[in-house]
């Protein structure tokens, strides 16, 4: 079984990045966009006061990270067919065996907590946001 890797250009580096591991970044940005459209939907919505917005987003951003890390905790090797970056991929294109389950759940496992990383890091902004607003009053 032929694996095709492709090149893109990753921060300079000149990485080649493999199928699988491009799909599952945009699937994660995907989701990603759907939860911090939700949230700028709840947060206009739900509040009129610009701190509790902020501290909306910030809540719904850290509910994000931890559903990411308990998502990521619950994949192993066997489970890692059923996500959708695999599904996605033509079988030529899948790692083959047991080793490329390995790397893929490991690339997987990597992706979602930089992801959750980020999100993290959004939630102290909008929180910081709100409390330097709360005490600014």
């Known amino acids: 079984?032929?694996?095709?890797?492709?090149?893109?250009?990753?921060?300079?580096?000149?990485?080649?990045?493999?199928?699988?591991s491009e799909k599952a970044f945009y699937l994660l940005l995907w989701r990603a966009i759907l939860v911090a459209l939700m949230a700028v939907v709840l947060m206009v919505t739900r509040s009129f006061e610009l701190g509790v917005a902020f501290l909306i987003?910030?809540?719904v951003a850290l509910l994000f990270s931890v559903g990411l890390i308990a998502w990521k905790s619950q994949l192993d090797e066997k489970q890692i067919v059923?996500?959708?970056?695999?599904?996605?991929?033509?079988?030529?294109?899948?790692?083959?065996?047991?080793?490329?389950?390995?790397?893929?759940l490991n690339?997987?496992?990597?992706l979602a907590l930089q992801?959750?990383?980020?999100?993290s890091a959004v939630a102290i902004a909008l929180a910081g946001t709100a409390l330097v607003m709360s005490a600014a009053q």
């Open 1 to 20: 079984m032929v694996i095709c890797y492709f090149s893109i250009r990753r921060r300079g580096l000149g990485r080649t990045v493999h199928p699988f």
């Open 57 to 59: 987003g910030a809540n």
């Open 82 to 104: 059923r996500t959708e970056a695999w599904r996605t991929l033509g079988v030529e294109e899948r790692p083959a065996g047991e080793g490329g389950r390995r790397w893929a």
């Open 107 to 110: 690339s997987l496992e990597e």
């Open 115 to 119: 992801f959750a990383k980020a999100s």
